[in-house]
T-cell receptor, first 113, second 111 residues
Framework: KAGVTQTPRYLIKTRGQQVTLSCSPISGHRSVSWYQQTPGQGLQFLFEYFSETQRNKGNFPGRFSGRQFSNSRSEMNVSTLELGDSALYLC????????????FGPGTRLTVT | GENVEQHPSTLSVQEGDSAVIKCTYSDSASNYFPWYKQELGKRPQLIIDIRSNVGEKKDQRIAVTLNKTAKHFSLHITETQPEDSAVYFCAASIGGQNFVFGPGTRLSVLP
């Protein structure tokens, strides 16, 4: 099976712009979670989508949003970018069975200037 | 909500020695505890996990133990090798949802 894929891998944006990141889960996985990884804050949970519905949400401002399509692919959008949004954004997919293993994609490195 | 603490934040061991990383969690409802290894510039990789109905699990040189009463779980790596050098993250989850990660441990295996 192919692993979790994310596009683009690298992105440079300017403050105030918006950005959309994409994640394709492992075939058959219906749950996609998004994380922000920064050197100082570790892995911070953004939100999780399951069957096109947001099932869980972390403590991030409303500028961070996401969605999931019927084929389980997910997108994450960040509006009005701030310098502090520079980070590695990781998505992870799981089968969503109780205790199902979660596997990460390679991440998108976002730099906001 | 769930809170996961992880210690130590950095760990240096000699090649061939053992390494132990400990995590504590706060929510007694958590029942799934994975460990991830992240090498520099790479994605976190699931290396071992344990569920709350098991006290210990082993996979070659890696083992994880869980103490539900004390709400802590530990990663044990024996006969460490230079390729074990990485950042290790523990996480706690309820039913495979709402993963909360520890802050990570940077392990250095010295030759």
């Amino acid at each position: 099976k192919a692993g979790v894929t994310q596009t683009p891998r690298y992105l440079i944006k300017t403050r105030g712009q918006q950005v959309t990141l994409s994640c394709s889960p492992i075939s058959g996985h219906r749950s996609v979670s998004w994380y922000q990884q920064t050197p100082g804050q570790g892995l911070q949970f953004l939100f999780e989508y399951f069957s096109e519905t947001q099932r869980n949400k972390g403590n991030f401002p409303g500028r961070f949003s996401g969605r999931q399509f019927s084929n389980s692919r997910s997108e994450m959008n960040v509006s009005t970018l701030e310098l502090g949004d520079s980070a590695l954004y990781l998505c992870a997919s799981s089968s969503a069975l109780p205790g199902g293993e979660q596997y990460f994609g390679p991440g998108t490195r976002l730099t906001v200037t | 909500g769930e809170n996961v603490e992880q210690h130590p934040s950095t760990l240096s061991v000699q090649e061939g020695d053992s390494a132990v990383i400990k995590c504590t969690y706060s929510d007694s409802a958590s029942n799934y505890f994975p460990w991830y290894k992240q090498e520099l510039g790479k994605r976190p990789q699931l290396i071992i996990d344990i569920r709350s109905n098991v006290g210990e699990k082993k996979d070659q040189r890696i083992a994880v133990t869980l103490n539900k009463t004390a709400k802590h779980f530990s990663l044990h790596i024996t006969e460490t090798q230079p390729e074990d050098s990485a950042v290790y993250f523990c996480a706690a989850s309820i039913g495979g949802q709402n993963f909360v990660f520890g802050p990570g441990t940077r392990l250095s295996v010295l030759p």
